[in-house]
């Protein structure tokens, strides 16, 4: 077997076909374009048209075969409605990527029920309701990836971690409810987890460039994370290469969470 065809049979992703909520930015964007790259036929759900659109163009121009649709998940009905739109274009999918999430963290003093629901919405319920939608079809053909991405607040609380560090360790849990349920019939489920990296997620931390100097030095590389980090970590657990590893959280952060 050559080079070439035995690291295709374990990266690459042709005839795949991939979701990636908050697909249009940061981690997910990068995400999206990595699965794109390694061929699989990707839709990004996510909620402006803008960004959706620049990054689909981007694709197409780099001979990708993608699309988009456009959606709030912040409700039950449009979380189910965007998954029939997003399984409408290329078919069920082969891979799932939750990456859409909101990031309101008032002091727990003041956080109230409406933050925390619109929270756990976005962060916890979305991904469950699209588990639920495609996990099942996954399992009946054998072969599933679903990747979400967490956060060090689901490990350990700082810089307000509140209903957020909340929402993404739960997200951790349900990826090992997930792989119990499913990986015995082909279906990995794990999550990544990143450092610090400044995406539109993070944007207040723009205007406080010593902490995010702070962080930086927190991690055993000397920098603080990119959204293309992420996109070897992704490839790998979305193709046939990673079906030994399920229900783990993956850290790819410079070595922040041990350092």
Sequence with gaps: MTSHSYLSELFSLDDRVAVVTGGSSGIGRAIAGALARAGARVVIVARKEPELTATVDELATDGCRAAWVSADLSSRDRVRAAAEQAAEVFGEPDILVNSAGINLRPPMGELGEEVWDATMAVNLEAPYLLGQRFGPG??????????????????????????????????????????????????????????????????????????????????????????????????????????????????????????
Aim: charged share 15%; net charge positive; proline share 3%.
């Design 138 to 259: 996954m399992a009946e053909r054998g072969f599933g990836r679903i990747i979400h991405v967490s956060s060090q607040q689901a490990h350990r609380a700082f810089v307000q971690s509140g209903a957020y560090g909340v929402s993404k360790g739960a997200l951790e849990s349900l990826a090992r409810s997930q792989a119990e349920a499913w990986s015995p019939h082909g279906v990995t489920c794990n999550t990544l987890v990143p450092g610090f990296v400044m995406t539109p997620l993070n944007a207040r931390f723009s205007s406080a460039p010593e902490k995010v100097a702070a962080l930086a030095a927190r991690t055993m590389v000397g920098r603080n994370g990119l959204a293309e980090d992420f996109a070897g970590a992704a490839v790998f657990l979305a193709g046939r290469g990673s079906g030994y590893v399920t229900g783990q959280a993956i850290f790819v952060d410079g070595g922040l969470s041990v350092h």
